[in-house]
């Protein structure tokens, strides 16, 4: 639990920043889309801003890892191309009592990617597992592929399908909030509400 909440607090300057940063940029998108006679709302930003946040404290603990740590050229970088290796080497070290790899390594790759399953449908109205599914593999590729060159970080093909799974959970999660809060989830979407602006600018 020490590992894990060490990963959490290095996680917030990072995210802090994001969410500064994504305020005024969102706040003039949103006076553009005015000008259009468009506009988003309270909901949908504060969820986008939430997940951009995300992004940034998630890439900032796999991609700036060695930046943040300060550990260039101690230890060198590993590849991992056996698929189930993870699992067995959670169970051998549970089984020596070290419980840490499998929550980190294991569950910590699965909850970790969970918000893309989860905030993809949300935001942009689209119910499609497939792409909830493309976008949280695409996102775990893009930090296995940037981690290749990196010291003291392990580019590893079970990341892949884990962090694909945990991306399944959260779209599990978004179907069950969208079947017992269905009004409180259409609050965060706001493309159908563009088509019928678009369409009477259109008409017009």
Same mark, same amino acid.
């Given at each position: %639990?020490?590992?894990?909440?060490?990963?959490?607090?290095a %996680?917030?300057?990072?995210?802090?920043?994001?969410?500064?940063?994504?305020?005024?940029?969102?706040? $003039?998108?949103?006076?553009?889309?005015?000008?259009?006679?468009?506009?988003?709302?309270?909901?949908?930003?504060?969820?986008?801003?939430?997940?951009? *946040?995300?992004? $940034?404290?998630?890439?900032? &603990?796999?991609?700036?890892?060695?930046i943040?740590?300060?550990?260039?050229? &101690?230890?060198? *970088?590993?590849?991992?191309?056996?698929?189930?290796?993870?699992?067995?080497? *959670?169970?051998?070290?549970?089984?020596?009592?070290?419980?840490?790899?499998?929550?980190?390594?294991?569950?910590?790759?699965?909850?970790?990617? %969970?918000?893309?399953?989860?905030?993809?449908?949300?935001?942009?109205?689209?119910?499609?597992?497939?792409?909830?599914?493309?976008?949280?593999?695409?996102?775990?590729?893009?930090?296995?592929?940037? &981690?290749?060159?990196?010291?003291?970080?392990?580019?590893?093909?079970?990341?892949?399908?884990?962090?694909?799974?945990?991306?399944?959970?959260?779209? %599990?999660?978004?179907?069950?909030m969208?079947?017992?809060?269905?009004?409180? $989830? $259409?609050?965060?979407?706001?493309?159908?509400?563009?088509?019928?602006?678009?369409?009477?600018?259109?008409? *017009?």
């Open positions: %639990m020490h590992n894990i909440s060490y990963y959490l607090t %996680m917030i300057p990072y995210m802090l920043t994001a969410a500064i940063l994504a305020v005024p940029v969102r706040i $003039a998108y949103t006076h553009r889309l005015r000008r259009k006679k468009l506009k988003s709302n309270i909901y949908h930003e504060t969820g986008l801003i939430i997940y951009i *946040s995300f992004i $940034a404290g998630l890439f900032s &603990q796999t991609i700036l890892t060695n943040h740590t300060f550990r260039f050229g &101690q230890v060198r *970088s590993f590849i991992n191309l056996i698929p189930g290796k993870i699992i067995y080497d *959670s169970i051998t070290l549970w089984q020596h009592g070290d419980k840490r790899y499998f929550v980190i390594s294991l569950l910590g790759n699965i909850i970790i990617f %969970m918000p893309f399953g989860f905030f993809t449908p949300l935001l942009w109205n689209n119910k499609s597992l497939r792409d909830s599914l493309l976008a949280g593999f695409l996102a775990s590729l893009t930090v296995e592929i940037c &981690q290749l060159p990196q010291l003291n970080r392990t580019t590893d093909i079970d990341d892949l399908w884990l962090n694909t799974f945990g991306t399944f959970l959260g779209w %599990m999660c978004y179907k069950l969208l079947k017992l809060f269905p009004k409180f $989830a $259409a609050k965060f979407r706001i493309e159908k509400f563009f088509r019928k602006q678009k369409s009477r600018l259109f008409s *017009s």
